[in-house]
């Protein structure tokens, strides 16, 4: 009896680690690609480069651009747009949050497609001259434009998603849209993405 105990318990084991879904081990937290499943119409995305010259990938944002210092936006750059690009958006999250969902730090979209930067400091007004016709949304404070990394203190180490799409269609849009509002749009209309990671601590 023991022993068929022992293989029924076996058995049901074996049955657990089948259908269970694949996952990462051990006791890290989970990354931003855990915490927010990506938006995507589909595999054939092409990978955009996307960088700053103030930050590198996975380095801390310097605090001139965080709600510690001037709270300006950092210059951006971009390269490597698919085929077929009619437009760009932007969006900067940190889903390190303490907050079920990622906190938003900029929503900037109908940026034209020839358009391959951005200068520091973009003003924060909904319809920009500079890029021009380019639109801003609200962030999570209810605020139009961008807003800098303001982690609660000793929270530790925070990430911020820098994420730009390249669009097949000149989609007609409004200002002031949120995150979801704009991701629910551009959904099937994705060419193309890229991500870049700052990080910012108090």
Known sequence: ????????????????????????????????????????????????????????????????????????????????????????????????????????????????????SLPEGIETRKTLKTPAGAMQGENSWGRIGYGGPMPLPGHGVHHYRFKIYALDDELKLKPGLDKDGLLMVITGHILGEGELVGSYRR
């Open 1 to 116: 009896m023991g022993a068929e105990r022992a293989c029924i318990s076996c058995g049901v084991v074996w049955i657990l680690l089948a259908v269970a879904p694949a996952g990462p081990l051990g006791c890290r937290g989970p990354g931003p690609q855990e915490r927010e499943p990506a938006t995507r119409p589909g595999a054939g995305t092409m990978a955009i480069k996307i960088e700053s010259e103030v930050f590198g990938r996975n380095q801390a944002i310097p605090g001139k651009y965080t709600g510690e210092g001037q709270d300006i936006s950092p210059p951006l750059r971009w390269s490597s747009l698919p085929e077929g690009t009619k437009q760009l958006a932007l969006i900067v999250d940190d889903p390190d949050a303490p907050r079920p969902e990622p906190w938003v730090h900029w929503v900037l979209y109908n940026i034209p497609p020839n358009v391959d």
